[in-house]
């Protein structure tokens, strides 16, 4: 191998490397939401009770 080849091999290595990192983000960022609209649809749950109980 010459250092050209081991350069680009090193080059693609930080790439995937990269690409890997992007894709674990987004599945934190999309479980991050999934939690976010349980809560809010948890909430809206526990107000319709109160609002039920009011009545």
Known sequence: MTVDANSNSI???F????QIGG??????AVKTDITWI??????L???I???Q???
């Open 38 to 43: 349980k809560q809010v649809i948890k909430k």
């Open 45 to 47: 749950g526990e107000d």
């Open 23 to 28: 894709a674990l983000a987004t599945v934190a």
């Open 11 to 13: 080059n693609l290595l």
């Open 49 to 51: 009770t109160k609002l």
């Open 15 to 18: 790439i995937v490397i990269g």
């Open 53 to 55: 109980d009011k009545l």
